[in-house]
């Protein structure tokens, strides 16, 4: 029986279309399992940043690892998970056990000999909040004898400023949640760490101000556990997908995240 050869190339094509469609569920079904093993992406937040969770007047959550956490769990076809811990540092921690599968952290050089980071989101500046009738003014007023420096447990602050200010005291504070608690009491005469934690924190102090400059930046990216390197292709094309689809600048909206600027390679 003869065969035409337009019957032989239309053959050919469906096998090319039924071995794509076959071949495309496996390879999403694959990088769910590497970024989400447990059938659930698992993702880790801490409350009180718009970096990575806040809550709204209407009681809904917001923020950059709550909300890309989100869509990235939709993207693979994976329930979600959000567990809670008091800081960032914890979470990394976690995520070095294997314990947590995604967060939005800084990708300091730290932190990555703990766990494994995409390309940059976007890049925060950082700064320092004093409360209302401060006599420090700017950031030169800041290293003296006597001045507390308060800046989160395990966080890039406390890491970084002691080189910065040899004369300032750092008091490190179990979260940020209780940095007011420590204003009231005179243990902290400022608080350090990104300017989007420092807004909302500044939010619920009355006359509270934020220094101008900076004294550096994060460069906020996706953590993930080591030994899922071969998600890191994915990873950086859904963070390219969300930037460029104005996804990004919307959840950045939603969370009231301020101080954010554009991410640029590393």
Known sequence: MRTSSGHLARSALLAVTIISLLGAPAHADGE???LAPTGTLRVGIYPGSPTSMVTD???TSHGLAYDLGGKLAKRLGVPIDYVRFQRVADIVTAIHDGQVDFTVTNATPARANEVSFSQPVLAIELGFLVPANSPIGTVEDIDKTGVKIGVTKGSTSERTLPAKFKN?????A???KVAIAMFGRGEIDLYATNKPTLFELSDQMPGAKI???NWGAEHMAIAI???REEALP???RFVTDEQSSGA???IQQQAGLRGATKATRQ
């Open 32 to 34: 769910a399992k590497l």
């Open 57 to 59: 007047a209407a009681g």
């Open 168 to 172: 300032a005291t750092i008091v490190a």
């Open 174 to 176: 179990e979260s940020v």
């Open 211 to 213: 220094l101008d400059g």
């Open 225 to 227: 556990p080591k030994g």
């Open 234 to 236: 994915l990873l950086n």
């Open 248 to 250: 990004l600048d919307t």
